[in-house]
């Protein structure tokens, strides 16, 4: 399964969402927002971040390991 990622702008959202139903695709909408606090420490991470310090997703999402309850 392939999985797309797509930015549709607010006011064409209801008509692309009815036009995906109609193909009878899965959708999962994910909505969330930083604050501007967020944004300017992200900002900063990456301003004073070195390339060579860069660790793959993939690896970082390896080593998560999650409570069992």
């Known amino acids: 399964m392939t999985q797309v990622t797509l930015n549709i702008p607010d006011n064409e959202f209801n008509f692309f969402m009815k036009l995906i139903e109609k193909f009878n695709y899965t959708t999962e909408i994910n909505q969330f927002e930083l604050s501007q606090d ?28 999650f409570k069992k309850e």
């Open 38 to 65: 967020m944004k300017d420490v992200l900002d900063e991470r990456r301003a004073t971040s070195s390339a060579v310090d860069f660790i793959p997703w993939e690896n970082v999402k390896n080593q998560i390991h």
